[in-house]
């Protein structure tokens, strides 16, 4: 039984498939309808979330399955000091498949050590976050034609920001990847990813805290929320939460074909007005995170 905790649970051939799976439930969606039908996928979300579970209750919706869970700790019996292992051996005896979110580094691990069904981590502290990497892979992916080759700058939170620390551990794995990471000093990437992932894969990465430098040479821009629920103080917050605002201005130098992303919500860091831009992929990002985690419980839960 397979779960999905840390992007290197798949491999690189795995990631190729769901991709494959996922273009073609795009263009052939009638040929999934049914491919769940009587399969439950529990969303465990002890952190708020949008995008993520309802993109985890879609796809197993459109796979013609059912969902049920939880949207916040306090509505469930961990209000009553129910640990993680007892939570999930009671989910696992109403559902085939769990998504769990979680504020604690490690938590989804413990699921499922203890759940007997397959466990996806949809996002545990500041540590990882696999499944917006899917959702992150297939735009790229989509976008521009290939997952090798390219320069793409991180720019934010790269401290707390899971989604840059699981998308980078994908990326290592990839040939020709140029990384440019662009952040107040404060927020900079962890040292264990820099020695870990960067260093022990010969990443060709640059550290900077300039934006508008390192423009002209990116083909993709990662843009980041500063992660407000991982400061220890609302001063440190408040003084880096608008270290980096992308607008239409900042663009200017930019490459034409530059590709766009933040895993989203954004608070302030992309104006609006950038919406409309071609290169804007952010929306896309949604859209694609639905057919990756339709391609991965199909995977997990092994329908043919
Ligand atoms: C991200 C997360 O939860 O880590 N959101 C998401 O799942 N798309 C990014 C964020 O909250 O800033």
Not at 138 to 154: H, V
């Amino acid at each position: 039984m397979r779960s999905l905790i840390n992007i290197t649970d798949l491999s690189v051939e795995e990631i190729e498939e769901l991709i494959a799976v996922a273009n073609d439930i795009i263009d052939n969606p009638k040929k999934y309808r049914e491919k769940c039908r009587y399969k439950k996928i529990a969303t465990l979300f002890y952190e708020p979330s949008t995008r993520t579970r309802l993109s985890f209750e879609a796809a197993m919706l459109e796979l013609g399955g059912s969902v049920l869970g939880f949207s916040q700790a306090s509505s469930s019996s961990v209000s009553k000091g129910e640990s993680v292992a007892d939570t999930v051996k009671t989910v696992s005896c109403y559902a085939d498949i769990i998504a769990m979110r979680h504020p604690k580094e490690g938590a989804p691990q413990v699921a499922k050590m203890n759940a007997g069904i397959p466990v996806i981590n949809a996002g545990d502290g500041g540590h990882n976050h696999p499944t917006q990497t899917l959702a992150d892979l297939l735009t790229i992916y989509r976008e521009k034609g290939r997952l090798n080759n390219f320069t793409i700058g991180f720019c934010g939170d790269l401290k707390f920001g899971r989604t840059v620390h699981s998308l980078i551990t994908a990326l290592s794995r990839y040939t020709g990847i140029k990384i440019v990471l662009i952040s107040p000093e404060e927020l900079k990437l962890p040292s264990y990813v820099k020695k870990d992932i960067l260093q022990k894969n010969n990443i060709e990465y640059v550290q900077t805290t300039d934006l508008e430098a390192v423009m002209p040479e990116l083909d993709i821009l990662y843009m980041t929320r500063v992660q407000q629920e991982r400061f220890f103080n609302e001063e440190d917050y408040l003084r880096l939460k608008d270290s980096y605002i992308l607008t239409p201005e900042k663009l200017k130098n930019a490459k034409v074909d530059l590709c766009i992303m933040h895993p989203l919500p954004r608070v302030n860091e992309i104006a609006p007005s950038i919406d409309n831009d071609s290169r804007a992929c952010y929306f896309k990002q949604v859209k694609n995170g639905k057919f990756m985690r339709m391609a991965l419980i199909l995977k997990l839960l092994e329908v043919q």
